[in-house]
């Protein structure tokens, strides 16, 4: 079973960035779809983002697109989320999600979870 393990969550000021990562550990990473997920305090976890196994295409939800990017290093078995022009309603834990699916459009997706790194956006 492949972990996921994810770094790079801190405090930060509003309007600026961060980028997150997330390592798995196994083999044929290339062969999975990878996400981005946050819950806040209260919240149900909602679908950031995800990339293809090849990295060729990405979905965002309309919260964070043209903010936070998404891309992947199969070499290295890792995803990223750029975090650009950050908002206090960011704040959150982020999850790093995997999916044997072509891309994952929410949490029915997903087959693996990240243990999550808090990210706070202070304004």
């Known amino acids: 079973q492949i972990q996921l393990v994810e770094s790079g969550g801190g405090l930060v000021q509003a309007g600026n960035s961060l980028r997150l990562s997330c390592a798995a550990s196994?083999?044929?990473?290339?062969?999975?779809?990878m996400g981005w997920f946050r819950q806040a305090p209260g919240q149900e976890r909602k679908f950031i983002g995800s990339?293809?196994?090849?990295?060729?295409?990405?979905s965002y939800d309309d919260s964070v697109e043209g903010r936070f990017t998404i891309s992947r290093d199969n070499a290295k078995n890792t995803v990223f989320l750029q975090m650009n022009n950050l908002k206090p309603e960011d704040t959150a834990t982020y999850y790093c999600?995997?999916?044997?699916?072509?891309?994952?459009?929410?949490?029915?997706?997903?087959?693996?979870w990240g243990q999550g790194t808090q990210v706070t956006v202070s304004s």
């Open positions: 196994g083999h044929s990473f290339s062969n999975y779809a």
């Open positions: 990339i293809t196994g090849s990295g060729a295409l990405t």
């Open positions: 999600a995997l999916s044997a699916y072509a891309l994952i459009r929410s949490a029915g997706y997903v087959h693996s």
